[in-house]
């Protein structure tokens, strides 16, 4: 059956330390991925997209890479801070466009 | 500003009563959806609708009607609503081309008694 797991519930780091978040996936075969952050009691709210023929992708400190040999995306932030404190959700888009697939999440606590 | 708007925020209802969650987005987009969010269990599609009078089922359709009469409006009816229907329910939209990104409103959290 088809599934998405991101690494671990919840990852805690320390301030300046880079924050490495894994999603995993089975039996699908994406166009691309997303990443998206949420905070409590709010809306997610888009981040990063890579294509599957794209390796890797940046925007400021932020960092993903997609490997569809190994079905995973890896997702960096650098110089973490605590106001990176939040959960981080991939989403595998299932059917162009039609179908955004969701990880349970990563919920990141950067500790000053 | 762009942005999607849900309607209400919270709301505390009983078994059975048909309650409607509203979502209207400003951007002019296409594509619209709802998830639900749960423990353990993430985000989950309800319905997604692509354009005007285009609907379809996401993976958790059951006990969940849609409409979308005009393209800004895409509203969620309960007909009936149960007590697992209790979550943290989403709209969100896109312009719809492939690769777009979604935009989330804020959540409307139903509590079913």
């Known amino acids: 059956s088809q599934k998405i797991e991101q690494n671990s519930e919840a990852l805690n780091i320390q301030e300046g330390k880079t924050a490495t978040l894994t999603c995993n996936y089975t039996?699908?075969?994406?166009?691309?991925l997303q990443w998206y952050r949420q905070d409590p009691g709010r809306g997610p709210v888009f981040l990063l997209l890579?294509?599957?023929?794209?390796k890797e992708k940046r925007k400021e400190r932020l960092k993903v890479t997609f490997d569809t040999t190994l079905k995973q995306s890896l997702f960096h932030i650098t110089a973490s801070q605590p106001a990176d404190s939040a959960t981080y959700l991939c989403?595998?888009?299932?059917?162009?466009?039609?179908?955004?697939?969701f990880g349970p999440g990563t919920r990141l606590s950067v500790l000053p | 500003e762009a942005q999607v708007t849900q309607n209400p925020r919270y709301l505390i209802t009983v078994t059975g009563k048909k309650l409607t969650v509203t979502c209207s987005q400003n951007?002019?987009?296409?594509?619209m959806s709802w998830y639900r969010q749960d423990p353990g269990l993430g985000l989950r599609q309800i319905y997604y609708?692509?354009?005007?009078?285009?609907?379809d089922k996401g993976d958790v359709p059951e006990g969940y009607k849609v409409s979308r009469k005009e393209k800004r409006n895409f509203p969620l009816i309960l007909e009936s609503p149960s007590p697992n229907q209790t979550s943290l329910y989403f709209c969100?939209?896109?312009?719809?081309?492939?690769?777009?990104?979604?935009?989330f409103g804020e959540g409307s959290r139903l509590t079913v008694l």
């Open positions: 969100a939209s896109s312009s719809g081309q492939g690769a777009g990104e979604l935009f």
């Open positions: 039996n699908y075969s994406p166009a691309y």
């Open positions: 890579i294509r599957e023929n794209e």
């Open positions: 989403a595998l888009d299932n059917n162009y466009g039609q179908n955004f697939v």
């Open positions: 951007m002019n987009h296409e594509y």
């Open positions: 609708s692509m354009n005007v009078e285009v609907t």
